[in-house]
C-alpha cells in the first residue's frame, strides 16, 4: 500500500510507488493524455480536451463535450448502461466524466431495496431504525432530519446541517443527479467492549465507488463529556474497519470543510479513466483526518 499525507489526512492508496508524487498533491504525474484523434499526448485531460476543441471540433458529435467523445472512443462505448436493470441507457456525468451508473429513481431505489434485503439476511433487520431505541432517538430529533430535492428532483434523505450542508454543496459544486448519491447501503461491524455493533455510513457515490462520512468534529458544548469519550472510542474504532476494508473508497468530512473531498474526486475520476464500467479497479482508498 502506498500512502501519502494531504493536509494533515492519511491518502492510502492500492496503487503501484511510481504513480506517487509523496508530499503533493499529484497523482499518476507520469500519466500522459493521448488524443483519440490524433494520438498527441498531454500532461493533462484539460489541456487533451482544448485541442481537441481547437483541432478536432468538426470530429465531435453536436451535443457532446470532448470528455464524452474521448471516453466513447478510449472505451468503445456509445452509451451508458445501468448497472441495476441492465436495459436502460443513462446519461452522461460531465463531471465524473462518464456515464451514470442508474437511469434513474426506479433502479437507484431498487438497488438500495436489493442492499437492504442483503442486510436483513445478515443482520435480521432491514436498518437500525427497526431498533426501538434508535427510532426513539430519530423521533426526539424529527426536526433536523428532512430530504434534500436535487435539480433532477430526486429526494436524499438528510439527518442534521452538516449532512444537509454537504448535499446542498455537491448539487451546487458538482452538479450531480440525485440518483448518484445514496444513503450509503452497506454496512460494516465493529466491536466495542466486547459486543459486536454495525456501523452504516452516511452516504455512498457509486460513480466514484466513494463511502462519505459527515461529522460535526464533535465539539458539541451539550454533549456530556463521557458520552463525548465513548464516541471518539467508538469513532476510532470504525476508523480502523474502514482502513482495513479494500473494496470501496472512504472519506470522512469533519466540520463541512470540502477541499480533500474536491481533490478525491478528481483524484479518483483521473485514476479511473481506464474503467469505463467501473468495476472497482480505484478502490481502498482512505482519507481520515
Given at each position: ?132 431505541k434508535f427510532q426513539q432517538k430519530m423521533q426526539d430529533g424529527r426536526s433536523i432530519a428532512g430530504q434534500y430535492k436535487f435539480a433532477d428532483e430526486t ?31 452497506m454496512t460494516f461491524e465493529y466491536v466495542y467492549e466486547g459486543r459486536t455493533h454495525v456501523y452504516m455510513p452516511d452516504y455512498f457515490l457509486p460513480n ?82
Open positions: 500500500m502506498s500512502i501519502i499525507t494531504y493536509e494533515g489526512v492519511d491518502f492510502n492508496l492500492n496503487l503501484p510507488e511510481n504513480t506517487l508524487q509523496t508530499e503533493s498533491t499529484k497523482i499518476n504525474v507520469d500519466r500522459v493524455w493521448k488524443c483519440p484523434c490524433c494520438k498527441h499526448p498531454y500532461r493533462t485531460k484539460n489541456a487533451m480536451y482544448d485541442h481537441m476543441y481547437k483541432d478536432h471540433s468538426d470530429e465531435i458529435p453536436d451535443g457532446m463535450s470532448a470528455a464524452q467523445y474521448a471516453f466513447n472512443i478510449r472505451n468503445n462505448k456509445t452509451f451508458g448502461l445501468c448497472v441495476q436493470c441492465r436495459t436502460n441507457h443513462t446519461p452522461w456525468n460531465e463531471a465524473a466524466e462518464r456515464y451514470d451508473r442508474f437511469c434513474g429513481p426506479q433502479c437507484r431505489n431498487a438497488y438500495v431495496v436489493e442492499a437492504k434485503r442483503r442486510m436483513i439476511q445478515k443482520y435480521g433487520k432491514a436498518h437500525l431504525l427497526d431498533d426501538p429526494l436524499v434523505p438528510y439527518l442534521g446541517s452538516y449532512e444537509y450542508d454537504f448535499l446542498n454543496y455537491i448539487n451546487n459544486t458538482y452538479n450531480w443527479n440525485g440518483t448518484e448519491v445514496l444513503r450509503a447501503p466514484f465507488n466513494l463511502i462519505v462520512e459527515i461529522k460535526d468534529g464533535g465539539s458539541n458544548p451539550n454533549m456530556h463529556h463521557k458520552i463525548q469519550e465513548v464516541d471518539k472510542v467508538k469513532e476510532a474504532l470504525k476508523d480502523n474497519v474502514m482502513r482495513s476494508q479494500t473494496k470501496y473508497n472512504y472519506i470522512k468530512i469533519v466540520n463541512k470543510e470540502y477541499q480533500t473531498f474536491d481533490f478525491l474526486i478528481k483524484a479518483i475520476t483521473d485514476m479511473a479513466w481506464d474503467d469505463p464500467d467501473f468495476k472497482g479497479k480505484v478502490n481502498g482508498i482512505i482519507m481520515i483526518p
